[in-house]
């Protein structure tokens, strides 16, 4: 499943978990609006829906031309000088009507508060004819969302810097430090991540490093210069560890990762591999290219696809 389905499914959960509220809410809005607007009846009663509602952050109500009817309702005060004001240039203003009384906005950052938050919005119907749009304004780190999740499903190219890839064919590869010691440099990898507890390595072949994440210290990643790297005294450093039974790459496929990966810093003096990373956990290749491109994908898609696509 990709991004955007899974985020339409927190929408989904989203709508499930509190439109029932908003829906009850908003038909009591409508006892407010007889001929005129009951100006303060309906912004107390916003406000005290505010004070049980533990994920808003502001609550109000707008006319179907974009007109602000209430204050602005917040837990802890009623806005009034917010009455009068056009909202109707937000994005949610014309996702609502009598077929489709419900919305919920893509996550935005806050003027106010500079966090991200996102819109719920619910129509309110005075005698049968849509009236106005009643309006919550939602703290997305306080809301109730399950846990995703997700894995890298599809092959992804990122363009990199255009000037880089304009100029690709004025410039050639030089040998690096690291690609005279290749064959060492990808040895001591594999054997650090089949045995020596690391689950994601990164190489910078022409900045001659190697980054390294290890599963008993997740959080922090180490970085070693060519000497460090190009030397097994570093797997001293590393202690021995079973392969974990979770991960998504097997051993034999570290090996032959890295084998393409030598094939692609040599393969073409203009286009060629910069840095090449592996993650066993999540099973998913990084690859960076002298263009300044970049490929995300699976350890299954590079190898299977990889004399088609690389080769």
């Given at each position: 499943m990709n991004i955007s389905d899974l985020i339409s499914e927190q929408k989904t959960f989203l709508t499930d978990q509190l439109g029932e509220g908003l829906m009850q809410l908003s038909q009591a809005c409508d006892s407010c609006l007889d001929n005129e607007l009951s100006f303060d009846n309906l912004n107390e009663l916003l406000f005290s829906y505010m004070q049980n509602h533990q994920y808003a952050r502001l609550a109000y109500v707008l006319d179907t031309?974009?007109?602000?009817?209430?204050?602005?309702?917040?837990?802890?005060?009623?806005?009034?000088?917010?009455?009068?004001q056009d909202l109707s240039d937000r994005p949610?203003?014309?996702?609502?009507?009598?077929?489709?009384?419900?919305?919920?906005?893509?996550?935005y950052i806050s003027r106010t508060t500079l966090k991200p938050c996102i819109s719920m919005v619910h129509s309110i119907c005075h005698n049968g004819q849509f009236v106005a749009l009643l309006v919550f304004d939602l703290e997305l780190e306080k809301l109730p969302l399950p846990k995703q999740d997700f894995n890298l499903d599809d092959w992804r190219q990122i363009k990199g810097d255009p000037e880089i890839r304009s100029n690709l064919f004025n410039q050639t590869r030089v040998n690096s430090a690291m690609d005279k010691s290749i064959d060492t440099v990808h040895n001591i990898a594999v054997e650090l991540l089949n045995e020596l507890g690391a689950f994601h390595l990164k190489l910078h072949y022409a900045s001659s490093r190697a980054t390294i994440w290890t599963i008993d210290n997740p959080y922090n990643y180490h970085v070693h210069v060519l000497?460090?790297?190009?030397?097994?005294?570093?797997?001293?450093?590393?202690?021995?560890?079973?392969?974990?039974?979770?991960?998504?790459?097997?051993?034999?496929?570290?090996?032959?990762?890295?084998?393409?990966?030598?094939?692609?810093?040599?393969?073409?003096?203009?286009?060629?591999?910069?840095?090449g990373s592996l993650n066993i956990m999540n099973g998913t290749i990084g690859l960076s290219f002298s263009c300044d491109g970049n490929h995300y994908l699976s350890v299954e898609d590079f190898l299977e696809n990889f004399e088609d696509t690389y080769a």
């Open positions: 031309s974009g007109i602000q009817l209430s204050a602005n309702i917040s837990k802890a005060a009623i806005l009034p000088e917010f009455k009068g949610f203003f014309n996702a609502v009507d009598e077929q489709h009384p419900i919305y919920i906005s893509d996550t000497e460090e790297i190009t030397s097994p005294d570093i797997c001293l450093l590393y202690p021995k560890k079973d392969y974990p039974t979770d991960a998504k790459v097997t051993q034999e496929q570290v090996k032959e990762v890295f084998d393409k990966f030598k094939h692609m810093r040599f393969m073409d003096e203009n286009l060629y591999l910069k840095t």
